[in-house]
């Protein structure tokens, strides 16, 4: 709420309650809630919420199935987390949100722009959360959101400046920290993509890091196969094999199998008119060999929309050997979506259901894994991010 102080907001939305599916889309101008039951054939939209404020990222808590954060920046107050304690009925600002240590007057520090990505911590860390923000900074909370430190080992690391490009403004409102996966079989490995960076990896909890680029292209840098210096989109770990992670790029999609540190491009198997070049990816939570995409015009001008106006999602099911349209119910032409990282998302459903927004603010579904959409809402502001509050299990 963009008023002259920073109020709760309350709202009729919930999470998934007895097969109810929810889904919790965050806008350049708010946030909405879509709630379904179990069919998940009719549907109800219901917000805004913070109307006015622009909702990076929207993340509901698995390990507690009521606890969930809300990115935002708050117009001329600035960014913030806000955190419900009731799948979403109300919000409450936090006291202390990720913010770098301030400098001496006269010299320059870093700023938080904006709270750009949120993570729950390991299932045995109940109120742990990590946050990546603009500038590339990593943050931790240990109280399930109410307060943040940064994580020292990556925040204030010697390299950091040499990993992130000098903090020039790499994306079109500044560099992005995403993409932050933690092991599900050891809180202190984790993973992270920054935009510009590239992916690296630590195994003390955040202490230290390295990058873990090879086999990775990027084209836009002049040294051939640099250490860092890359452009992740969207980086995933399946759950049920952690040794899998799965990479949407700015240079293509790529797997690695670990203990490998070499990314393959699978992405090289998608039709050469339609290339590999997008924002999302998407993992079937049940089958390490199921992946989505959602692919745009990577072309010499970067239009960043679907190729010739004609949008679609591409699956494989063969962890990227073979790619498949799906395009049935979406439309035929003159439809120039762009997908942000964060506004593809799946339920638990059985078929399982897909969601994806758009920057025209569209939202649309499939509940049989992409073999057909539907249009769920229209009008809303510039989607930025699609999330699950709640689904079959």
Not at 5 to 22: F, I, L, P
Not at 45 to 64: E, K, N, S
Not at 101 to 129: C, I, M, N, R, Y
Request: hydrophobic residues 35%; aromatic residues 10%.
């Amino acid at each position: 709420m963009a008023g002259s102080k920073r109020e709760a907001t309350k709202t009729a939305a919930s999470g998934a309650a007895n097969g109810e599916v929810a889904i919790m889309v965050g806008t350049r101008k708010g946030a909405w809630f879509l709630r379904s039951d179990a069919s998940r054939r009719k549907w109800a939209l219901q917000g805004p919420q913070f109307l006015g404020c622009i909702v990076h990222h929207i993340v509901a808590d698995p390990r507690d199935g009521k606890t969930a954060l809300m990115a935002a920046r708050t117009g001329h107050l600035g960014p913030t987390i806000y955190r419900s304690t009731n799948q979403g009925k109300s919000w409450k600002e936090i006291e202390r949100p990720p913010a770098f240590p301030k400098v001496p007057e006269g010299q320059k520090g870093l700023v938080v722009d904006h709270v750009f990505w949120l993570t729950p911590g390991h299932a045995s860390e109940k109120d742990v959360w990590y946050a990546g923000t603009s500038p590339q900074g990593l943050f931790r909370s240990e109280d399930g959101g109410r307060t943040w430190n940064g994580v020292a080992g990556f925040n204030e690391n010697p390299n950091r400046s040499k990993w992130v490009w000098g903090d020039k403004d790499q994306t079109p409102d500044g560099g992005k920290m995403h993409s932050i996966l933690i092991d599900p079989r050891d809180a202190k490995h984790m993973y992270l993509g920054m935009s510009g960076g590239g992916s690296f990896e630590s195994l003390d909890q955040g202490a230290s890091w390295r990058p873990l680029n090879k086999g990775v292209e990027a084209n836009f840098i002049p040294t051939p196969d640099p250490e860092f210096g890359h452009d992740p989109h969207h980086m995933a770990l399946h759950p049920l094999r952690p040794d899998r992670l799965y990479q949407q790029n700015h240079c293509g999609i790529y797997r690695l199998d670990r203990p490998s540190d070499t990314w393959t491009r699978i992405g090289a198997k998608m039709p050469k008119k339609i290339g590999d070049i997008g924002f999302p990816i998407v993992l079937h939570p049940r089958d390490p060999e199921t992946v989505w995409v959602f692919p745009m015009d990577g072309g010499s001008v970067w239009p960043r929309v679907s190729l010739g106006g004609k949008p679609a999602a591409y699956r494989s099911t063969d962890a990227g050997k073979s790619w498949e349209r799906q395009d049935k119910g979406l439309p035929a032409e003159q439809a120039w979506f762009t997908v942000k990282r964060q506004a593809m998302c799946s339920d638990q459903g059985a078929p399982l259901g897909l969601y994806f927004g758009t920057t025209s603010g569209e939202l649309w579904a499939s509940r049989n894994e992409g073999e057909s959409w539907g249009c769920l809402a229209r009008h809303l502001p510039e989607i930025y991010s699609v999330t699950l509050a709640g689904g079959r299990r």
